[in-house]
């Protein structure tokens, strides 16, 4: 009966295959884990610090509730539910204002969430912060995530065609071998998933028009997308430079004309008002560096082995994809070295910006969290080293697979299992390989 079945498995294989048929697995496995996430999430208290509204998700999130019934003023806002964002914003209550040192685009991306929340509950009628509204921005993180997977899946289909092998053991580098699935299924309100598809939106609209100019559409979808990355986090900048430097590299014609760098200003300064808006509001000010005291002061002394390497939220033991990223510039620079020398530059200050940060791990959390929107780029590097490898040799390509295949599933489920903040010294690897021990066997008897 089974093997009767097979040519019926096949075929609709070969079904979803089809590019116009490519959406329908992403958004299944987007369903699935959405699902999932609720479900987790479910099992946390709404005012338990492990809850994915509390802290810098509480001050990311608390335009929304925030400026829609409170007008960003404190009079009306109760000590409860300061409480419920976990101290991630602030109140003057002297001067009647909401304080948040977060900028607005990530509630911007998550609006249409929380509306769908607001409806269930019924306009205004709660604070926010109920279970609704967790689980719809749960929800969101994880379908932004899928359609940023997507979109970076066609814009490499499209910038270098390959077979299906490559396409689903660089998705899985990028989804699991790396932290982006934590900050979708477990962190969905601090801001990275929401620059993830932002970059993997930009990236799509660069390379979806091989065979012609670029639509006026998509064009203006790059430049919004370079615009909302800046008002999310303004340090993505870095990755915004990267962004227009593989845009000059496909379309150069672009940058003969003023208006691309007129309407990138018209954009931008209409993504930023808003945010321009509030300082000024609040703090009387334009233009404000609203992190007081925290700066980068280690910048003559950065701490590269900490951010690499460390269980401590390091770099490298939680985005295990990560090893590969020097091999895959190699294979990336013998093809298209201006690319390869404008990744490595980006990664490079990346690191660097870690290192340098006073606050080197970033807080609780999975790895090094604010290298989830540049993991696109990742998937860039890793598309041409596998395909690469593929078209040359192919059995190393073959024997490579189900280890890297392995190494994903294994940072997976460490994911699913992590307690949300590393607690031990810096160099303390017991409680990292506690945490991978009891991803698969359970809870440990000491």
Known sequence: MVLKSIPYLQQAWQWLRAPSRIWIPFLLAALFFANASIQFNNRIGL???????????????????????????????????????????????????????????????????????????????????????????????????????????LALRRWRPSTTGVALIVLACVAFGTNSFYYAFRSASYSHVYSYFLVALALYAIHADRSGPISVLRLRAFQVACALLVVVRPIDGLAVLALYALLYFQRPELFRSWRTYFDQALIALIAVLPQLLYWRYVHG???????????????????????????????????????????ALVFLFVQRWRVALVLTVMFALLIYSFAAWHAWHFGCGYGMRPSVEYTPFLGVALWWMFDTVHRRW????????????????????????????????????IPYGRNLVESFFGKLPI
Not at 287 to 310: H, I, K, M, Q
Not at 399 to 424: D, E, H, K, T
Request: charged share 15%; proline share 5%.
């Open 394 to 429: 192919p059995a190393i390509f073959h024997g490579v697979f189900p280890l890297v295949a392995i190494v994903c599933f294994v940072n997976y489920r460490s994911m699913l299992n992590y307690g949300g903040c590393f607690v031990a010294e810096h160099w303390d690897w």
């Open 285 to 327: 000010s334009w233009l404000v560096y609203s992190y007081g005291d925290e700066r980068f002061t280690n910048l003559a002394t950065p701490l590269f082995d900490l951010v690499l390497l460390s269980p401590q939220n390091g770099l490298l033991p939680y985005s295990p994809a990560f090893f590969l990223l020097p091999v």
């Open 47 to 153: 005012e338990d610090w492990k809850s994915d509204l509390r802290a810098d998700a509480g001050g990311y999130y608390i335009y929304l509730p925030g400026t829609i019934h409170h007008g960003m003023k404190a009079a009306t806002v109760s000590d409860s539910m300061l409480w419920k964002g976990g101290n991630g914003f602030q109140l003057d209550r002297t001067k009647d204002r909401i304080l948040t040192k977060y900028t607005y685009g990530t509630a911007l991306m998550q609006l249409p969430f929380y509306l769908t929340a607001e409806a269930i509950e019924g306009f205004g009628v709660t604070d926010g912060w109920t279970r609704t509204h967790h689980r719809a921005i749960e929800v969101g993180a994880v379908l932004y995530w899928a359609a940023g997977s997507l979109l970076l899946l």
